[in-house]
C-alpha cells in the first residue's frame, strides 16, 4: 500500500464528465489500497475569467482581493471532485487550502507555501477516506487567503507530497508527458520518458507551463517523485501500466537518461522589457534601479548593462508582462527622479526563447548553432542570457514559433537526438 498525490489540471476537470472520469480513477488507485490525496485545479478557463471580471473593474487591482476571488475556482472543483468520489461510493472529503492549513507568505497573487500542517489529512487517510485539498491557494498570517501564481496547483500538488511523505506525486495533464517542446507549438516534439530534475527546473523556469516552477524545486528540495501523465486515457486502465506511463522527473544522471545535447526547447509570451536611456554611468546605479523594482515584489529576470559613451548609457531588463505597469509606476516615480535618468522605453512586443540540456555543459558551439539558426531565419536577438545549462534569447514575439520550430529542427529533436 503506497501513499499517492494526484494533481487534475483544469482540463482534466473541464466538465462534470471529465471529473467523474477523474473520480473512476482514484477510485481505482483507492480500490487497489493505495492511500490517496488529490488535488484539482479550477475548470478550464475558470481562473481566467474569475481574473477578468477583476480586471474589468480595476487595471491594477488590490492582490489581496485578486486572490479572493481566484481562489474560488479550486474551491467549486473540489468540492464537484468530493461529490463525484462519493457517487462512486468513495469515502472523500475535501478541503480549502486554508482548513488543511497550507501556510503561505503574504505575497498575494504569487505567495510562497511555508508550511503544510499534515495533521488533518493523515487522520481522513487513516479513516480510510480519499481527500480532496484545492490546489493553487493557502492562508497567510493574518488569515486571508492566497493563491500561488498561474499554475500554482502543481505546487500545491508536489508540497503537499512532500508533506505526507508521499511515494509518488502523480501530475495528471491534457498531454502525455513532458516533450522536447510544447507538443501544440511544434507537433514533432517527441515525449520523454525521463528528464532529469535540472533539466526540468531549467524549462519550467523559461516558461514551459507543463509544470510551475516551484513544484519542480519542491520536487528537488524534498525528493519527490514526480510522473507527469494524461488524465485523458481510459480511466480504468492497469494501475502498472499507468505507471509506467508518462514522464518521471529523475534526480539521477544515470544511463536511462537520453544523451542529447539539448534535450528541450522552452518559451515564453510572457516577458515584458524596458529599458531606461541616459543613465549616469556611476557606481552604485544598478542597485539604484532595481532596488525599488525588487522592494515592489517584482521578479527582474534578465538584466544587460552596456559600457558609457560619454558618461551615460542603457540600462535594459525584463519584467513578467502582467507586472509591466506596476514596473513602470516604480521607475517613474521613484528611480527617474533619483538617478536622473532621460527616460523609460518599455516594449510588450517580446517573447524569450530558451534551449536547455545537460549536454550543454560538456558541449561547445551549442549557443552558436542557435544564433546561426535565428540568423537564416532573419529573427534579430534583441537579449542574450546564458547559464550552465541553458541559453536564452529574448526575440521579437512574432517570430516566436518559427524560433522554436527551427530551433527544434536544427538540435536534432524533431528525429533522433543528438548523441552526446
Ligand atoms: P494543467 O491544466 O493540466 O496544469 P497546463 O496547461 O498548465 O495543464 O500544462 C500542460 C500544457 O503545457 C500542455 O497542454 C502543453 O501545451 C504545455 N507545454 C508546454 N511545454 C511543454 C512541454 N515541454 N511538454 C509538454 N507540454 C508542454
Ligand atoms: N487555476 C490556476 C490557474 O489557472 C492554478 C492551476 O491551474 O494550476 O493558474
Ligand atoms: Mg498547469
Not at 38 to 44: K, R
Not at 235 to 254: A, K, N, Q, V, Y
Request: charged fraction near 25%; hydrophobic fraction near 45%; charge should be negative.
Amino acid at each position: 500500500m503506497a501513499l499517492i498525490v494526484h494533481k487534475y489540471g483544469g482540463t482534466s476537470m473541464g466538465s462534470v464528465e471529465r471529473i467523474k472520469n477523474v473520480a473512476r480513477r482514484v477510485a481505482k488507485w483507492h480500490a487497489a489500497g493505495h492511500k490517496v490525496v488529490v488535488v484539482p485545479s479550477a475548470m478550464s478557463g475558470e481562473t481566467n475569467r474569475l481574473l477578468g471580471l477583476a480586471r474589468e473593474i480595476s487595471a491594477m487591482p488590490d492582490g489581496r482581493e485578486l486572490d479572493m476571488i481566484a481562489a474560488t475556482g479550486e474551491q467549486a472543483s473540489s468540492g464537484l471532485l468530493a461529490l463525484a468520489l462519493q457517487a462512486e461510493g468513495v469515502a472523500a472529503r475535501s478541503y480549502a487550502g486554508w482548513q488543511v492549513p497550507v501556510r503561505t507568505d503574504s505575497a498575494y497573487t504569487k505567495a510562497r507555501i511555508q508550511e503544510i500542517d499534515a495533521t488533518r489529512v493523515q487522520a481522513d487517510l487513516d479513516a480510510g477516506r480519499v481527500v480532496v485539498i484545492t490546489g493553487f491557494q493557502g492562508v497567510d498570517d493574518n488569515g486571508y487567503i492566497t493563491t500561488l501564481g498561474r499554475g500554482g496547483s502543481d505546487t500545491s500538488a508536489v508540497a503537499i507530497a512532500a508533506a505526507l511523505g508521499a511515494d509518488e506525486c502523480l501530475i495528471y495533464t491534457d498531454v502525455d508527458g513532458v516533450y522536447t517542446t510544447d507538443p501544440r507549438i511544434v507537433p514533432e516534439a517527441r515525449r520523454l520518458n525521463v528528464v532529469s530534475f535540472e533539466e526540468m527546473l531549467e524549462m519550467a523556469s523559461l516558461g514551459s507551463k507543463v509544470l510551475q516552477i516551484r513544484s519542480v524545486e519542491f520536487a528537488g528540495k524534498y525528493r519527490v517523485p514526480v510522473r507527469v501523465l494524461s488524465s485523458l486515457t481510459d480511466p480504468l486502465i492497469p494501475l502498472d501500466e499507468e505507471m509506467r506511463s508518462g514522464t518521471l522527473i529523475t534526480f539521477e544522471e544515470d544511463e536511462k537518461m537520453e544523451s542529447a545535447v539539448v534535450s528541450g526547447i522552452a518559451f515564453s509570451r510572457d516577458e515584458a522589457k524596458i529599458t531606461l536611456v541616459g543613465v549616469p554611468d556611476t557606481p552604485g546605479v544598478a542597485s539604484a534601479i532595481l532596488g525599488p523594482v525588487a522592494a515592489a515584489g517584482i521578479d527582474v529576470d534578465m538584466i544587460i548593462q552596456n559600457q558609457s559613451v560619454e558618461g551615460t548609457t542603457l540600462f535594459s531588463f525584463t519584467v513578467n508582462r502582467n507586472e509591466l505597469l506596476r514596473a513602470r509606476q516604480v521607475l517613474d516615480t521613484q528611480v527617474v527622479p533619483a538617478i536622473k535618468a532621460r527616460e523609460v522605453l518599455t516594449d510588450e512586443k517580446v517573447c524569450k526563447v530558451s534551449i536547455v540540456g545537460i549536454g550543454m555543459r560538456s558541449h561547445v558551439g551549442v549557443a552558436a548553432l542557435m544564433f546561426e539558426t535565428l540568423a537564416k531565419e532573419g529573427i534579430n536577438i534583441r537579449m542574450i542570457s546564458t547559464s550552465e545549462i541553458k541559453t536564452s534569447v529574448v526575440i521579437e514575439d512574432k517570430y516566436m514559433e518559427l524560433a522554436v520550430r527551427s530551433l527544434h529542427k536544427a538540435f536534432g529533436l524533431d528525429g533522433e537526438p543528438k548523441v552526446a
